[in-house]
T-cell receptor
Framework: DSGVTQTPKHLITATGQRVTLRCSPR?????VYWYQQSLDQGLQFLIQ???????AKGNILERFSAQQFPDLHSELNLSSLELGDSALYFC?????????????FGAGTRLSVL | GQSLEQPSEVTAVEGAIVQINCTYQ??????LSWYQQHDGGAPTFLSY????GLEETGRFSSFLSRSDSYGYLLLQELQMKDSASYFC??????????FGRGTSLIVHP
C-alpha cells in the first residue's frame, strides 16, 4: 500500500459526460501528480500541484482540469468525454519536487467511456 | 526536444540476468528513475541515479552515463514475480520524470 488513495476504482460513463476523479496523497506529501495511461500512449504526465498551486503542466487537454485543495487532496475533472479518454488515470504524490523525487502512485481509476 | 527509448519487450528465464537499456534526450537533465509496474497495478519506484555509475539495491542495479544519455536496469536472479513493465523516467529541469511506454519483461520458468 503506497498510502495514496484514489477513488473511484472504476468509472463507466458515456461520451459527452463529465466525471471527477479524486486523490488523497500520502500523509506529509505536498506534491500531487496526475497521469494518464493508455495502451498506445504509455504513461503520460498531465499536471502537477504543489501545496495547492499548479506547478507544471504536461499533455493535459483543455477539456481536463484539476485542483488541489487546502487539505492537499486533489481532483481531476474530465469533461465532454470522448471514447479516446478511456484509460487508467493515476495519481502520485511526493514530498517535494526536486532531485531524488520519489513518486508514490495510487491504484488508479479505470475510466471507460462508452 | 525530448525523447526516450527503451525496448518494448524483453524475455528471459528464471534465475538469469537481464539488462533493460534506456536512452533519452531531456532538456536540463537532472536524474534517471526506474519504476516497476505489474499488470493492472500501480507503478512503484525502484531506483534513481543522478550521478554516473552503478546503484545497487538487492537484486536490482541501475546504471547511468550522463555523457552518453544512457542508463540501464540490471535484474539478477530473475524470479517469476519480476514479470512486469519497467519504465525509465528521466527528470529534466522541472524535476518531473518523463515516462514512456516502458519495457515488458517476461520471465519464463
Amino acid at each position: 500500500d503506497s498510502g495514496v488513495t484514489q477513488t473511484p476504482k472504476h468509472l463507466i460513463t458515456a461520451t459527452g459526460q463529465r466525471v471527477t476523479l479524486r486523490c488523497s496523497p500520502r500523509s506529509g506529501d505536498l506534491s500531487v501528480y496526475w497521469y494518464q495511461q493508455s495502451l498506445d500512449q504509455g504513461l503520460q504526465f498531465l499536471i502537477q500541484y504543489y501545496n495547492g498551486e499548479e506547478r507544471a503542466k504536461g499533455n493535459i487537454l483543455e477539456r481536463f482540469s484539476a485542483q488541489q485543495f487546502p487539505d492537499l487532496h486533489s481532483e481531476l475533472n474530465l469533461s465532454s468525454l470522448e471514447l479516446g479518454d478511456s484509460a487508467l488515470y493515476f495519481c502520485a504524490s511526493s514530498v517535494g519536487f526536486g532531485g531524488r523525487n520519489i513518486q508514490y502512485f495510487g491504484a488508479g481509476t479505470r475510466l471507460s467511456v462508452l | 526536444g525530448q525523447s526516450l527509448e527503451q525496448p518494448s519487450e524483453v524475455t528471459a528465464v528464471e534465475g538469469a540476468i537481464v539488462q533493460i537499456n534506456c536512452t533519452y534526450q531531456t532538456s536540463g537533465f537532472y536524474g534517471l528513475s526506474w519504476y516497476q509496474q505489474h499488470d493492472g497495478g500501480a507503478p512503484t519506484f525502484l531506483s534513481y541515479n543522478a550521478l554516473d555509475g552503478l546503484e545497487e539495491t538487492g537484486r536490482f542495479s541501475s546504471f547511468l552515463s550522463r555523457s552518453d544519455s544512457y542508463g540501464y536496469l540490471l535484474l539478477q536472479e530473475l524470479q517469476m514475480k519480476d514479470s512486469a513493465s519497467y519504465f525509465c523516467a528521466p527528470s529534466g529541469g522541472s524535476y518531473i520524470p518523463t515516462f514512456g511506454r516502458g519495457t515488458s519483461l517476461i520471465v519464463h520458468p
